[in-house]
Structure formats: structure tokens, C-alpha cells
């Protein structure tokens, strides 16, 4: 599959070395530090527009604040797939600049109208650059998939597990004002204090029942 990546930071470079190495065809937009980042990894680097118009996906990797210009930019076409990775971080990563009544997804959304948009935030860039996604127990960390176009979030959920992730469909784009806040706590907790590597799982039993309707009033402790 030919991709675009926009965004040639941390995370944009280890998904371009990660995907490349799953055989997808991989150009990097923007820049002197796409151009830079593309002669390291062996691929190619254009304009942003010049890359969108070579692909069939466009991965979104740019911090939140340059989301708007990146994709006036670029100008994904009319049903285009976008893969938002991109969470609403403040610049000093201290929190998140929206959420809960909107997301960085739809904001993604709001600035690419005719496009698919599918927000599924990856593992940290660190852990896709080690090359190995296993943790405890062999698992792989779990990476969830929000969009309202079916189709489109079956191609991200492949190039998830092309990654070596586990994709988890979360619904329609507007989960995403869920997800972003989780992944902020992954955040939090991997750098308090000492850098750790950590991910988030989602554990099912196959073999279950549905689970029971959540309670709506509070438990009383019987007298």
C-alpha cells in the first residue's frame, strides 16, 4: 500500500521504518526534516501535496497546533483514508488542549472534510523503534480504532497490525474524545519519575457472556 506520512518527528520516522519493513511503500511530506528523515530510512520525500496526491493513505503525525496548516497543505482528496495519530497534547505535554466534548480526531476531521478519518493513536515511538511489541506474557499493545467509515477503519486496523499491534474497533470518530484522554494517562504514567515502557491491553474472554448492564444508582451497604 502507498503511504503518506506527514509528520517526520519521532513518531512519523519509527512508522515509516515499521510499515516500510511490512513492504508498504512509504513517502515522507513536508521538509528539510522529511528530507532528512526519508535519506536515513531509504524512502522517498515530497511536498505534502506532492506526497498525498502518491498515496493511497495519509498518516497524520503532527503535533496538535499544526494540524490545520498540515492539511491545508496537503489537501487529502475525496475519500481518502486520513489516519489521525495525532492527540490533542498541549505543547509542554501537561495535558490535553480539548477533550471530552470534542477531539484532536475531530479537529482532524473539521480540517479534512471529504476524507475518511480514522483516529488510532500507536504505541509510543520509542517502543516501535526497539522493534519488539511484546510485553508481559507475549501480549502486544492494544491500539483503538475510532472512525465512522467501516471500510476505512479495516485498512487501518491491517496497517495497525502490520505494526505488530492489536487493532481494537472503538466505535464511531467521536470515541476518540475517550481514547485521547487514556492515552494522556499512558503519558503520565510512563514518564513520572523514571521513563518506563508501558502500553494499554484490552483483555477479553472469548468464552463470556455479555457483561451486566452497569448500575445506575449507587450500591447500598446493607444494615
Excluded at 480504532?145 to 485498512?155: E, I, M, P
Aim: net charge negative; glycine share 8%; proline share 7%.
Amino acid at each position: 500500500m502507498r503511504l503518506a506520512i506527514i509528520g517526520a518527528g519521532r513518531l512519523g520516522t519509527a512508522l515509516a521504518r515499521r510499515l516500510r519493513e511490512s513492504g508498504h511503500e512509504i513517502v515522507l511530506g513536508g521538509g528539510s526534516s522529511a528530507q532528512e528523515a526519508a535519506a536515513l530510512l531509504d524512502v522517498d520525500a515530497a511536498t505534502n501535496a506532492e506526497a498525498v496526491e502518491r498515496s493511497e493513505v495519509l498518516v497524520l503525525t503532527v503535533p496538535f497546533a499544526e494540524v490545520e496548516p498540515a492539511l491545508a497543505d496537503a489537501r487529502p482528496a475525496q475519500r481518502m483514508i486520513v489516519w489521525s495519530c495525532v492527540n490533542a497534547l498541549k505543547p509542554d505535554l501537561t495535558g490535553l488542549a480539548v477533550g471530552f466534548d470534542t477531539s484532536a480526531a475531530e479537529e482532524v476531521a473539521k480540517n479534512a472534510p471529504h476524507a475518511h478519518v480514522v483516529s488510532a493513536i500507536p504505541p509510543f515511538a520509542e517502543a516501535l523503534q526497539n522493534g519488539d511489541l511484546r510485553y508481559e506474557q507475549g501480549l502486544t499493545p492494544s491500539v483503538f480504532v475510532c472512525g465512522d467509515d467501516d471500510s476505512a477503519k479495516r485498512v487501518v486496523e491491517r496497517l495497525v497490525r502490520d505494526l505488530g499491534a492489536q487493532p481494537v474497533d472503538a466505535g464511531p470518530l467521536r470515541a476518540a474524545r475517550l481514547v485521547e484522554p487514556a492515552m494522556m494517562l499512558l503519558i503520565g504514567i510512563a514518564y513520572a519519575g523514571v521513563p518506563r515502557d508501558v502500553g494499554l491491553r484490552l483483555l477479553e474472554r472469548t468464552h463470556a457472556t455479555s457483561p451486566p448492564a452497569p448500575s445506575t444508582h449507587a450500591e447500598r451497604t446493607p444494615t
